[in-house]
């Protein structure tokens, strides 16, 4: 796989889709296995 240049993933990630991000954020979530969700 291309290593991306950190400019390159922004933007990639700034292209995506409300859904896509979405998506993004709970794949990242099982893959770290970490949540997105903010505590209270």
């Known amino acids: 796989m291309a290593k991306l240049s950190i400019q390159e ?3 990639a990630i700034g ?3 409300l859904i ?12 770290f296995g970490i949540s997105a969700a903010a505590p209270v």
């Open 9 to 11: 993933l922004l933007e």
């Open 15 to 17: 292209s995506l889709t």
């Open 20 to 31: 896509e991000a979405a998506e993004l954020v709970k794949a990242m979530e099982e893959k």
